[in-house]
């Protein structure tokens, strides 16, 4: 089956979702996705087990988005950072251009919440050539992000000329791909994707795995396929209650991450996004995360763990606290809890 029937036979109404689970409350499902749109492909529901799943929590509705009285609906200011409509420059170096308003599966924790898979996200030829026009004109712009919504959403041609304009802008040096694809729809990375990708070199794709029953054999192929294609490939994971907030969980999302070849980059705290605080943790969360994870297993596996700061401050790393005394000596707990110290009076 070709991934665009598979995405034609996505679940999108919550009758055929009680069909299954009769617990589920399809009468909720259907008037939260009246306002947040669902989409579960054939593929992802595949891996859902029961409704306490940490794939069911990613993928099905929840009443909790409706009633949520905390969070903004851009919280990261992108739209007033935006330059071009669905380009975000926020930083000097790089920008966040937005492609597609499509997605595999619509996560219920996006933090493009407010217009993902929605009539309120406008993109056509003429919003890619207002971005790249503005990519032309800014020379301080070396290295352009491509997300959405999924770019790997689009046909092969679209994708293909949107690299090209891309990578024919000179002050260009890298491209990057945010991608949810090859964990929620991982047959849609084709080999004659890769064949096309491979042509926009150097070319480094994120993807986002959240849950360590998310790395099937499926998505190792299509890791494994990418990265033969020689895209070097990191993963984007968010931090989410009741999904992945423990350090077992994570320490086997990660070591897995690494056995399919995929180099663990970010381990976000979840933005303030109007419908998805009854996913967040506490910061606390993440840095006792971080605390069993360094040290105690590959640096390889490691994340940078950051919070992104609301208003459009940007990602700020946060480390759990080594260091007890500074002064002539830098005194320090190690990753053991043992103290060490460093003479620093040179
Ligand atoms: C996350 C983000 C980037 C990329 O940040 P890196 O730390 O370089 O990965 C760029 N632009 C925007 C608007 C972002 O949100
Ligand atoms: S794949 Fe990314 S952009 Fe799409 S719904 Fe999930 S988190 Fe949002």
Same mark, same amino acid.
């Given at each position: ?166 990578? =024919? @802008? #000179? !002050? ?5 791909? %945010? ?5 929620? +729809? ?114 390889? =596996? @490691? #994340? !940078? ?5 609301? %208003? ?5 790393? +946060? ?28």
């Amino acid at each position: 089956m070709s991934w665009q029937s598979l995405l034609a036979d996505s679940l999108t109404s919550a009758a055929e979702i009680s069909r299954r689970f009769p617990a589920a409350d399809s009468g909720v499902i259907e008037e939260v996705s009246r306002q947040y749109p669902m989409r579960i492909n054939p593929y992802y529901w595949g891996l859902i087990k029961d409704i306490a799943d940490p794939l069911w929590r990613q993928a099905v509705p929840s009443s909790l988005e409706l009633k949520d009285m905390v969070c903004e609906a851009d919280p990261l200011a992108e739209e007033k950072l935006s330059p071009a409509v669905n380009l975000v420059h926020k930083y000097p170096d790089r920008v966040l251009f937005l492609v597609s308003s499509q997605c595999a599966m619509y996560c219920r924790f996006c933090t493009r919440k407010r217009k993902v898979g929605t009539a309120a996200m406008v993109i056509d030829d003429a919003t890619i050539a207002l971005g790249l026009d503005y990519i032309r004109r800014t020379p301080a712009i070396r290295d352009v992000l491509i997300s959405g919504g999924d770019p790997l959403l689009l046909s092969d041609e679209r994708l293909e000329w949107i690299l090209a304009g891309v990578r =024919a @802008i #000179p !002050h260009v040096d890298i491209i990057r791909i %945010g991608t949810r694809v090859p964990c929620v +729809l991982p047959m849609r990375v084709s080999h004659r994707l890769c064949v096309m990708l491979k042509r926009y070199h150097p070319l480094y794709i994120n993807t986002h795995f959240n849950h360590p029953a998310e790395l099937t054999t499926e998505a190792a192929s299509a890791c494994g396929r990418l990265a033969d294609a020689g895209i070097p490939l990191g993963c984007q994971t968010v931090l989410l209650r009741g999904v992945n907030d423990n350090s077992e969980v994570i320490k086997a999302l990660l070591r897995g991450l690494l056995r399919i070849r995929v180099r663990p980059y970010y381990l976000f705290q979840g933005d303030m996004t109007r419908g998805t605080d009854h996913f967040r943790t506490r910061i606390d969360t993440g840095l006792t995360i971080m605390k069993s994870l360094i040290g105690h297993i590959s640096g390889m =596996a @490691i #994340p !940078h763990f950051a919070v992104d700061a609301p %208003g459009g401050g940007g990602k700020i790393p +946060l480390l759990p606290d080594y260091v007890i005394s500074r002064g002539e000596k830098l005194v320090f707990n190690n990753y053991c809890g043992e103290i060490c110290s460093y003479p620093d009076g040179y």
